[in-house]
């Protein structure tokens, strides 16, 4: 051992972020040594307050990712338990150590499993790197947060965010928010489906698909990690398209799986695809959003519109999501909590168009209590499908609390 | 040592330990709020005959080493300036260091407020200048008070309590420095003109009444008569004239920006929907406003709501804004009782709408007068940076100890029949809500509402305000438990950083008393963030 000590050359790693501009993360330097235990070099914000607690983790940490003897400097911006665990565990990583050994922290409760139609008008988007955002997203509301792998990941990060992402999602409180994760493509997915699946996301985005068989691909990577570490909770599917050609396969990527949920449409990448410029109107992406809400629903999945990129225009974020209802999207995503009570307004069904449907049904109700099989409201004869779009639109109001539950006979008293 | 008189240390009405006696004076400990009242008559300057000043009205000296020679500067005298020019004042270092110049020593400087512009009476101090400073420190002057370094105590006022200390004769200003915007040769004064223009004076009011001495320095002198006025010539000995008495790029901002922090938004707008919900937003209503993220944010929020309910707001009191500005012109807010003016369009308005008034510490906030303002209100939203699960609040010390801010009006607003604190429930992985704060600012008692990111905390002596609000699916939630689930997140209670059994200064109550100690700190942290507070 002696020996081997002496010829070892130290294996060094670094990851994360310090500095004045940084909250709520830190770096860390790891490097082995062959003897001498563990030495921490620590400056912290918060030292007064947890500077004894944060070297007890440290050791905690390395001690399970069976480091005995290392050098570790952390600067530390106050960052949270979680965020510290990870950010060790990426750089002993990067060092080449502790492979296949992982730190999880203590598992927060989670809110009910996710139904496959549950509602899903807003999903806010979190990078994966930036842990300071992923404490309070579930306090403003939105439906989902998604914890980003891809896009707002830069490449050299994806190992650090991946660990990142896995602890949050365990260790996090997202509320009643629905817990997404958007992966990379495969093959880098693979490994982000390795270290996420375990954690029971309820919903995994997989960016940039073209065809039914990428989606397979994935759905046989879920199934397989899922199995192995005994995942009782739904994994739901939300296939990206973000090309011509993923946009002529919809139909196809939205019936791929079983697991699918919805699919969605990426306006950056898709606009990029065609070579037009992407337009405040979206008059470029007019045929592909059509596209994905009748494919969508020809496969009895929800079609999610794409993010509204101007966070202080929320006068045009409010048309844009008005203008996505009236097509038939049920949803869109958002880069900033302000977005999300914007979001909620224009998916929701307008007081003028509840007073309506609340007639039809009640027209409808009163029909079939007198055994009528024509419904009729003032001189007008309602149509079936009208009746069918109004029950639905009124269940759909009552789970978006706009109107309040009917009592069950249960509930009666 | 500190003080230089013998102390020994009490226990007061908050469970504080303070001194029996600061900077030589004996202090009343603090004996529970509206618990004592003073009597005896206000203090006086000086009898002076017009005789003695220049029939033309013309009081203009060269320059302020003259006027100071001329004020008759001695040994241990006490110098007075306001801080309405903020982080751009030049006009209180220079006459600190132009008497330092001339010889004096050990003076106490007794500022409204000192700024981070002010770093250099460090020297003064060290050079023996300066005895001490009485007023709030922050920044360099914090961190070097809070080191046992300044040979005097330092005292913490509000801004009524400033006024009542004066009034009540518990501090004599010997010379008073005015900086103002816009003044004639007779000494008339004015804030809310020329190109130093910082709104209201109020906070040099007191001074110019109280002080034997008066001097205002301009940079902006008219032809007699200088209209309007806030400060009476009839009060000044010297008008001295100068280039520039500030840096107007630091004495107010040229736009005022709101938060985008979604957490500080998230507050802002909890605090809107409890004021709306629990019926304090009705018609003809008041409450206070700051130019602090939050309390921007909190009033664009408040403005949705008034104009979606149709409702008026009285007259609000501030810490005014172009936010606030926007409100009167759209008749949506009566008036504004302006006690300081943050930004440009703020400026502008208090020169030209009648309905933006300057008010002073005396009408809006002194304990010693015949009511003020402060009580008048119906809501004051206000900041903190600790606050204990029996609503007692910190707002002059960082959870380490070190001065970070002055109280300001913060305990006079106190007093408002709704006081709500809005605070980020952590900050830094630092839990706001704590077992006990490092420094009592205000007691308990007077702090009804604890507005964070996680959920409302109603102080229980407040039933009133807890049934208005039951069933308006506002997150309201008792204090323990935001503690503990904020503890949770943070990994664990914070350790309470030591502090030397070695008082550095005190924090005065609104009627004079001692509130509690500020101790001197032993642990420096050099990783910890740079702190630079406001007044």
């Known amino acids: ?413 | 040592m500190s003080a230089g008189v013998a102390t020994s240390l009490v226990t007061n009405a908050a469970g504080r330990r303070v001194p029996t006696h600061v900077n030589g004076r004996e202090q009343a400990p603090y004996k529970g709020v509206n618990q004592h009242c003073s009597t005896g008559n206000k203090a006086a300057p000086p009898i002076r005959s017009s005789s003695d000043y220049p029939a033309n009205g013309d009081k203009r000296v060269p320059d302020l080493e003259t006027a100071l020679r001329l004020c008759g500067l001695r040994d241990g005298m006490t110098i007075s300036s306001h801080h309405h020019l903020r982080d751009g004042d030049r006009v209180a270092l220079t006459a600190l260091q132009t008497a330092a110049r001339m010889g004096a020593k050990d003076l106490v400087w007794f500022p409204s407020a000192s700024f981070p512009c002010h770093e250099p009476v460090i020297d003064l101090m060290k050079s023996g200048a300066v005895h001490h400073i009485e007023g709030s420190m922050n920044g360099p002057l914090g961190d070097y008070c809070s080191h046992g370094h300044m040979r005097g105590l330092g005292v913490l006022r509000s801004h009524g309590g400033r006024w009542q200390a004066v009034q009540d004769g518990e501090v004599h200003i010997d010379i008073a420095v005015i900086a103002a915007p816009t003044a004639d040769f007779f000494g008339n004064a004015d804030g809310s003109h020329g190109r130093s223009a910082c709104g209201s004076l109020g906070f040099a009011l007191a001074d110019s009444v109280y002080a034997d001495r008066v001097i205002v320095v301009t940079d902006n002198l008219l032809p007699f008569p200088c209209v309007p006025w806030q400060i009476q010539g009839n009060n000044v000995d010297y008008v001295v004239e100068v280039d520039s008495i500030g840096d107007p790029s630091m004495i107010v901002s040229g736009t005022t920006q709101i938060t985008r922090s979604p957490d500080r938004l998230r507050i802002s707008e909890l605090v809107a929907r409890f004021l709306r919900d629990c019926g304090i937003m009705r018609d003809g209503f008041s409450f206070q406003a700051g130019a602090g993220g939050i309390a921007l944010a909190f009033v664009d929020y408040l403005a949705g709501m008034m104009k979606q309910a149709n409702v008026k707001a009285g007259f609000v009191r501030g810490g005014s804004t172009k936010y606030l500005v926007d409100l009167l012109n759209e008749g949506l807010i009566g008036y504004i009782l302006d006690g300081q003016t943050f930004d440009l369009d703020a400026v502008h308005s208090i020169a030209s709408n009648p309905r933006h008034v300057a008010t002073s510490p005396f009408t809006s906030y002194n304990f010693h007068g015949k009511g003020n303002f402060a009580s008048m209100i119906d809501a004051a939203v206000l900041g903190a940076t600790e606050v204990d699960v029996n609503f007692n609040a910190n707002v002059v010390t960082h959870s380490d100890g070190r001065l970070l801010h002055g109280i300001g009006g913060w305990q006079n607003c106190l007093f408002a029949g709704c006081t709500i604190l809005a605070v980020p429930s952590f900050r830094d992985r630092i839990p706001v809500i704590v077992d006990e704060v490092t420094t009592v600012t205000g007691p308990g008692e007077l702090i009804d509402v604890v507005a964070t990111e996680r959920g409302i905390a109603i102080n229980p002596r407040r039933q009133d305000l807890l049934d208005a609000v039951k069933g308006k699916g506002l997150p309201i939630r008792p204090i323990e438990e935001l503690q503990t689930e904020v503890e949770k997140i943070c990994g664990g209670k914070p350790a309470k950083p030591r502090l030397l059994d070695r008082p550095v200064a005190v924090v005065k109550w609104v009627d004079g008393t001692v509130l509690d100690t500020v101790w001197q700190v032993v642990d420096d942290n050099p990783y910890a963030p740079k702190v630079s507070g406001g007044e």
Not at chain 1, 35 to 42: C, K, P, R, V, Y
Not at chain 1, 178 to 183: A, F, G, L, Q, T
Not at chain 1, 264 to 286: F, M, N, P, Q, R
Not at chain 1, 315 to 330: D, I, K, N, V, Y
Request: some cysteine; overall charge negative; glycine content about 8%.
């Open chain 1, 1 to 413: 051992m002696p020996a081997a000590a002496k010829i070892s050359t130290s294996r060094r790693g670094e990851a994360g972020r310090a500095g004045d501009d940084v909250r709520s993360d830190l770096y860390v330097s790891f490097e082995e040594r062959g003897s001498g235990g563990i030495e921490i070099d620590l400056r912290s914000r918060v030292e007064l307050y947890y500077g004894e607690v944060i070297r007890r983790q440290v050791r905690d940490v390395l001690c399970a990712l069976g480091i005995e003897h290392a050098f570790i400097e952390i600067v530390d911006e106050g960052a949270l338990p979680f965020m510290i665990a990870a950010r060790i565990e990426a750089a002993v990583r990067r060092a080449g150590l502790a492979q296949r050994k992982s730190v999880l922290p203590e598992a927060a409760t989670l809110a009910a499993p996710s139904q496959r139609d549950r509602l899903r008008r807003s999903r806010l988007y979190l990078p994966g790197n930036e842990p300071k955002y992923f404490i309070n997203a579930g306090l403003h509301g939105p439906d989902a947060v998604i914890l980003d792998l891809e896009d707002s990941v830069h490449y050299a990060e994806k190992d650090a965010a991946r660990l990142l992402v896995r602890n949050a999602l365990r260790a996090v409180d997202f509320g009643a928010a629905e817990r997404m994760v958007r992966i990379n493509q495969l093959p880098l997915g693979l490994a982000d489906l390795e270290e996420i699946v375990p954690q029971s996301p309820d919903l995994i985005l997989i960016p940039k698909v073209e065809t039914a068989d990428q989606v397979s691909d994935v759905v046989g990577a879920i199934d397989s990690i899922a199995k192995g570490a005994s995942v009782a909770r739904p994994i739901w599917l939300m296939p990206i398209l973000e090309s011509a050609l993923g946009i002529e396969n919809a139909f196809a990527i939205a019936t791929a799986a079983e697991r699918i949920a919805a699919i969605t449409i990426g306006l950056e990448d898709y606009t990029a695809d065609l070579g037009v410029a992407k337009t405040a109107g979206g008059s470029e992406s007019l045929y592909a959003r059509m596209r994905v809400v009748n494919a969508a629903h020809a496969a009895h999945v929800q079609a999610i519109d794409s993010v509204y990129g101007d966070v202080a225009d929320t006068e045009g974020l409010l048309h844009w999501g008005e203008a996505s209802r009236a097509m038939g999207f049920e949803g869109m995503g958002c880069i900033h909590p302000v977005q999300i009570e914007i979001i909620h307004r224009a998916f929701a069904p307008s007081p003028n168009e509840l007073e309506k449907v609340l007639a039809i049904v009640a027209a409808f109700e009163e029909a079939q209590a007198r055994g009528l099989a024509v419904v009729s409201l003032g001189s007008k004869m309602i149509d079936a499908p009208v009746v069918q779009r109004a029950v639905k639109l009124v269940a759909l109001a009552r789970k978006m609390g706009i109107i309040a539950d009917e009592p069950t006979a249960g509930e009666a008293s």
